[in-house]
């Protein structure tokens, strides 16, 4: 069973990304392990409340083994959400992926929100093969990390470990 993962988006703008990700999953025959944090229950109409949403999106990313945040282009100026909701991951010391919806295989500190710059977190092209090979490695990697380890900041994968994933040495 995969790690349960919380994922994090821009619901206005973003929402295909998380669609896509849930349609790998839903995909039997791609073998895509994916355990949705926000499949564990579904909120009453009362969501239209600030206080009743984050209070069950709260429940959720605490049962959850690990954060995804899908950076689009407009994803760092998001704060009554997006930005509570990194807060509250790394509050938790849940391990992060950071996946960039323009497939840049880098820190992309253009569209990044503030609040992940200088924390532990994988950033990683939006690629399935990329996110796939990030939610089945990144949270047992991230839980062998020291203090001293995390305190280094970012991580991105290697031009080998794409290249490994047969997604070539370019970015698109």
Same mark, same amino acid.
Request: charged letters at 25%; a positive charge; proline letters at 2%.
């Given at each position: ?9 821009? !619901? ?9 990700? $849930? ?11 994916? %355990?949705? %944090? ?18 069950? *999106?709260?429940? &959720?990313?605490?049962? %959850? ?6 950076? !689009? ?6 704060? $009554?959400?997006?930005?509570w909701e990194i807060e509250m991951a790394l509050d938790l010391g ?10 840049? &295989? ?15 977190? *994988? ?5 399935? &093969? ?13 839980? !062998? ?22 997604? !070539?040495?370019?970015?698109?």
């Amino acid at each position: 069973m995969a790690n349960s993962t919380y994922v994090v988006f821009d !619901g206005d703008n973003d929402g295909w990304a998380y669609q896509y990700i $849930r349609g790998w999953a839903l995909n039997k025959r791609l073998g895509f392990d994916f %355990s949705n %944090s926000h499949d564990l229950d579904t909120m009453t109409s009362r969501a239209q409340n600030e206080d009743y949403v984050k209070r069950n *999106l709260r429940a &959720r990313m605490q049962n %959850s083994d690990q954060v995804l945040v899908l950076v !689009g282009e407009k994803t760092k100026n998001l704060y $009554r959400y997006v930005r509570w909701e990194i807060e509250m991951a790394l509050d938790l010391g849940l391990p992060i992926i950071v996946v960039n919806l323009n497939k840049r &295989r880098y820190v992309d500190h253009d569209n990044m929100p503030p609040i992940l710059r200088g924390a532990c977190a *994988l950033h990683i092209g939006y690629r399935y &093969r990329a996110i796939k090979n990030a939610l089945s490695t990144w949270a047992s990697a991230y839980s !062998g990390f020291t203090a001293k380890t995390k305190a280094e900041g970012p991580r991105v994968y290697s031009a080998q470990t794409y290249s490994d994933l047969g997604l !070539g040495t370019s970015e698109s």
